[in-house]
Each structure stands twice: as C-alpha cells, then as structure tokens.
C-alpha cells in the first residue's frame, strides 16, 4: 500500500499493456480508475499516469499518445529519447511495476503540488499588482467623493465581500461642549441591494464595532456579527438589516491609519462571499454564500488601508490647502477693494457670473461651445482669474482710482474759494465806491441804484460760473455750449491774497472740466488702464501649480477686444483666452449695472443687454457669448430687476 497522502488522490491509470492492466485490476490498492487503452482516442483528459508496451509505441508514437493527455506521466517497456517518461522493462516482475507506479504517483503528487503553489503565487502577485495598481488611482484622484467610492469599490473587490462602508474621524468636530471627535459615516456600497445613503455622524465611542475599530486601533474579524462573544464591549447595530431584510454575516473592520500612524477612519467589510458574482438578495442565500475573512487576506486588505488613509489625508490636506488659498484670493480681493470702496463687490460679481455662464456654455453643443469644454480644474483656474482680474489696481494711485468728479475736491474746493474772494472783492469795490460818494455827498439815490445793479451783475456772473463749473464736473456727457462757457471762466482773471493775477480756472482744471464723457484726463485714464498691466506683473511673481498657471494670462486679457482695439496689448480674437472673452461680457455688463457707481447711474437691465450687443457689432466681445448671456439669462444670479 503506497502511502496515505498518494491514495488520497483521485488518479487515472491507463494500460494499452495487457499484464499490467490485468495485475492493477486483480489488485488494485491505489485507490485510483483503472481503464484498458488500446490507442490514444481511449485515453481520458485527465488521465493521471499511462502505462504503454511496445506493440502500443509501434501503432502510434510516443507523440500522439502525449497529445491525447499532455499532463500523463508515462510508464514504457523500452528506452525512448524522453526524460520524462520512466522505463519498466519487458518481463518485469509486478513488484516493480508497483515501484515504478508509486514512483510515478509520488511524482504526480509533487507535480500538483506545484501546481497549486504556483497558482497561489501567480493570485498573490495578481493581489499585490492589483494593491499597486489600486495604490497609483487612489494617490492620483482629487475629488474627494470620488476617492472614498473608488476606495470601498476596489476594497470589496480585493475582499471578494458583498458590502462595505467608510468611516472618518472628524476631531475639528471637538469643542468644550462635546470634548470627542465625531464619527462620520461617510459612504457605504451593496453589490445585493440598493438603497439611500445619507452620511450620519456620531459621537466616537466604543460601544460599535467601527468606533471600537478606530478607538483602539485594532482589526475586528467577525465570523458572524450576529454571535459576537459575551465579553465584546461592542455590539452589532441590526437595524439596517431588520430594515432591508438582508442578512450581515461575516465583518472585518480595518483602521486605516496615516503616515504618522494615527487613526483617521476604518474600512468596514461586510459578508465575504464565495464568488463577486453571487447576489445575497435573501436571508438564506447570505447564510449559504458568505464566509469569513480568512488571515490571508487580511495584510492585502490591510495595506489598501493604509494607502486608503494616506490618499484620504492627502486629500484632506490639499483641500485645506485650497480653502486656505482661496481665502487668501478673496481676502486680497476685498483688500484692493477697500482702496476704491466705489466698486465694492464688482470682483466677486464678476466671479459669479463668469462661472456660470462658463457652466452654461459647458453645457451647450452647438456653434463654438461644441468642442469647448471646462473642467474642474479649469473651471477653478477661470474663478481665480475673474475673482482677480482688478488686482492692479493696487499699483493705481488712489486719488486717480477713486476719482468720482473731474476736478478732485480740493480743487473744486479750492474753485469754490476762489469765487468767494472774488464776490467779497466786488462787495468791497462797491462798498466802498458808495462810502466815498456818501462822503462827499454824492450819492444820490439814482446812483446807488445803478452801483447796486452792476454789483449784482457781477455777482451773478460769478453764480453762473459757479453753476456751470459745477455742472461740467460732473463725469456726464458735457453739453453743447459749455466749452465756450469754461473758456470764459479760464479767462476771468482774479487776484489772490498775495496779489497775484491768474484765472478763475487754471489750464489743467480746464482741461479736466472740458472731458466730454466721464471723470478722467487722458493721462488719468492711461494710469487707469495700467491696472491690466500691473495685474499681469503682480500675478506672474505668484508660484502657480500647473492647473493654475494660466491666471495671469487669462485675468490680463478681460479688456482686449476681438478687432485688437483693446489693451494692454492689442489682441484680437484667436489670441485672446476664450476665459477672458466670458470674462469680458460680464465684466461690461456689472460696470454697467453695478448700483455703487458714485460718478454713473445703474443702467437698467434691457439698456445694459442693449449696450452689449451694440459691443458685439462693434466688434469688441464675443456674438456667441452674449447670445448665451442673454438668452440663459445668467445675470439673474445677480439681484437685477
């Protein structure tokens, strides 16, 4: 009798050697299938060893008999060129046909052995490849959601488990009132049952099996959560299976924990099944189909735990990165904006509409929006850029930035005081020519009558010139007739305390009261205008990420124009960022209809369309962004009536 581990097997014998079939037959204590093959089309596929005589080798070769059952170990009378095949010459005795049998049964048995270790070596490799794989996805994944799904999806794939879910420990969630950190539900899945999810929060303690899991820092493996041992400190919450009629079997708890090796959150594994395939949709079949997590997988599980919290913290921590800049962005926004409080909120309504109508037209597949497509990252890149768009501003002097009149209030108030010198002047001069009459007895009433007159006339004179200065202050279109006015006004020569002659208005005051449309000199404009410049200067110094380095390209270009008629630097229409085109229409039309203008007017909505379009037949702004504009009626996320 060969030895226990050999007749254990299930083996196929098979004889084209009459003696030998006739003596395995009489006796066979191998414990295997004994079948008489006569030619190779006998031979069964898994037919363990083959025993052939020479008639048989002469009939059909060696060749074809190993292409019946290439796996056999073969058994010959003569000497063939095969190493593999073990020789048993002709006559010999039935011991050592026996002896060359257990040999052959021995080296099948080494054989599938190998076998075996070698298909648990190609799993292990396949598992860790997988684990690598699995490992380069999560570290290269952003979206934060999407992260945690992907790390539950390929966990209950490496598990070969029916569901799992995700917990994170939320310690900001900590204060005086409520010392521990929470507990946060953040995701589960169920390959058997579908159902909503919304994430809970609890309290982190000990008295669940993912809050023991993360409290302490060890791995649960539950065979069956419903038998737990009557010492466990936790206990298993049935209400989702009462609730959904599923049956939770077997559990393994994973902590995942950081490079600092804290504990950030657990894995939880729920039913391991026998195949992925199979859907615990019943009670029973959950019963029938789950097993438990054997300690093999558990290092495999474990390691994608780790990988899992070390992408989470990543995440996390690039999150917090983001908020920290953008609180940064929209603390320096509101910082420039203290300097020209006019236009408070002009930015960030900026922000907001060029956000959404680059959302809209995401969403359009017609005309120049079919291949135009904004990601999450370029969606962010075109927020920036519009949120900072006036950032220079900064290198602005400020009584240019917040110039509201054309003549700045000290000169107008030094205007106005020139105007009452004078009239206080001409009261004394006619003061004065009445005492002397008086004195000398001269002043009849006639006289007086006619000194009042002229007195008055000058005086009024003067108020006609104080009204007209004070209209053509005003950054309105000027009005016909007023140049001639200012002139006479620059020409009425006065005298000041000191006794120097000049006009009531200098040359440069006559400049500024003479612009036709707004408040600013041409000279005042052109340092207005350099803000695009500064803002293209002061947002190259930033160290942008790739995903972000095109902010200062983009916020630089919002006052080109498609015919090349805009600045700084005169670029027409495929050289302009299509950003700073969406930028573009929505930055003339909250100029337009911004409501804390000191020195315009809100123009009201149908006016402010009307202005737009006529930028379009100018050739200045996009035809297909205004359509959008206008037609997706983006500005109402505005509060425009």
Not at 24 to 42: G, H, M, Q, V
Not at 148 to 176: G, P, Q, V, W, Y
Not at 301 to 325: C, K, P, T, Y
Not at 530 to 549: A, G, N, Q, R
Request: hydrophobic share 40%; proline share 3%.
């Amino acid at each position: 009798m060969i030895d226990s581990t050999i007749g254990a097997a299930s083996f196929i014998i098979a004889c084209s050697h009459q003696k030998s079939y006739d003596c395995l037959s009489r006796k066979n204590d191998f414990e295997t299938a004994i079948n008489f093959a006569s030619s190779p089309e006998y031979i069964l596929l898994n037919t363990s060893i083959i025993i052939l005589d020479q008639a048989a080798l002469n009939q059909f070769s060696l060749l074809n008999w190993k292409k019946a059952c290439s796996t056999a170990i073969f058994i010959i009378e003569h000497p063939v060129d095969d190493d593999e095949c073990i020789l048993v010459p002709t006559g010999i005795l039935e011991v050592f046909l026996r002896s060359a049998l257990i040999k052959a049964l021995n080296h099948l048995n080494i054989k599938q052995q190998l076998e075996l270790s070698h298909r648990d070596l190609q799993h292990d490799h396949e598992q860790i490849s997988r684990l690598l794989d699995v490992g380069q996805a999560l570290s290269a994944e952003r979206d934060h959601d999407v992260l945690l799904a992907r790390i539950l999806k390929e966990s209950r794939l490496l598990a070969c488990c029916d569901a799992a879910s995700i917990f994170l420990i939320d310690r900001h969630a900590a204060n005086e009132s409520h010392p521990a950190p929470d507990l946060v539900f953040k995701l589960t899945q169920n390959d058997s049952i579908d159902f909503h999810f919304q994430e809970q929060r609890f309290g982190l303690d000990n008295r669940s099996v993912a809050g023991y899991s993360a409290l302490t820092g060890e791995i649960i493996n539950l065979d069956d959560v419903y038998d737990l041992p009557a010492s466990s400190i936790y206990q298993f919450n049935a209400s989702f299976d009462q609730s959904m009629n599923y049956r939770t079997c077997s559990m393994l708890v994973i902590p995942m924990r950081n490079h600092q090796g804290q504990v950030i959150g657990v894995i939880q594994f729920i039913n391991r099944k026998r195949s992925i395939s199979i859907s615990l949709s019943t009670p029973d079949i959950a019963l029938r189909e789950t097993i438990g997590f054997d300690q093999k997988i558990i290092p495999i599980l474990q390691a994608l735990a780790s990988q899992a919290a070390v992408a989470i913290e990543n995440n996390v921590l690039i999150d917090r990165v983001n908020l920290l800049f953008d609180g940064f962005v929209k603390a320096s926004v509101r910082a420039i904006e203290q300097r020209d409080p006019t236009t408070s909120g002009h930015s960030f309504r900026v922000a907001e509409l060029t956000c959404a109508l680059a959302e809209t037209a995401n969403k359009c597949d017609v005309g120049k929006f079919q291949n135009m497509h904004f990601n999450n990252d370029e969606m962010r890149e075109l927020r920036f850029a519009a949120l900072l768009h006036d950032f220079g501003k900064v290198g602005v002097r400020e009584h240019i930035l917040t110039k509201a009149k054309k003549l700045s209030p000290e000169a107008y108030g030094q205007f106005i005081y020139r105007i009452a010198w004078e009239k206080e002047r001409i009261s004394n001069y006619y003061l004065k020519q009445k005492f002397l009459l008086l004195k000398k007895q001269q002043l009849r009433s006639d006289v007086e009558e006619i000194l009042t007159i002229e007195e008055m006339t000058k005086l009024q004179r003067l108020n006609d010139y104080m009204q007209a200065v004070a209209e053509a202050n005003e950054p309105s279109l000027l009005s016909e007739g007023t140049f001639e006015h200012l002139k006479q006004i620059r020409e009425y020569i006065v005298e000041d305390i000191h006794g120097n002659s000049r006009g009531l208005i200098d040359e440069l005051e006559f400049g500024a009261l003479s612009i036709k449309r707004g408040s600013l000199t041409t000279d005042e404009r052109l340092e207005i205008e350099s803000h695009v410049s500064h803002t293209i200067e002061f947002l190259k110094t930033i160290p942008w990420t790739p995903e972000l380095s095109n902010i200062p390209k983009i916020a630089g270009a919002h006052h080109e124009k498609l015919n090349g008629c805009g600045y700084p630097n005169g670029l027409k229409n495929n050289e302009i960022p299509f950003g700073a085109k969406i930028m573009a229409v929505c930055d003339i039309f909250d100029a337009l209809t911004a409501k804390d203008r000191p020195y315009k007017a809100a123009v009201p909505l149908e006016r402010a369309l009307t202005i737009l379009q006529s930028e379009v037949e100018c050739g200045h702004v996009e035809p297909e962004l205004v359509t959008l504009f206008t037609q997706a009626k983006i500005y109402q996320i505005l509060d425009i009536s």
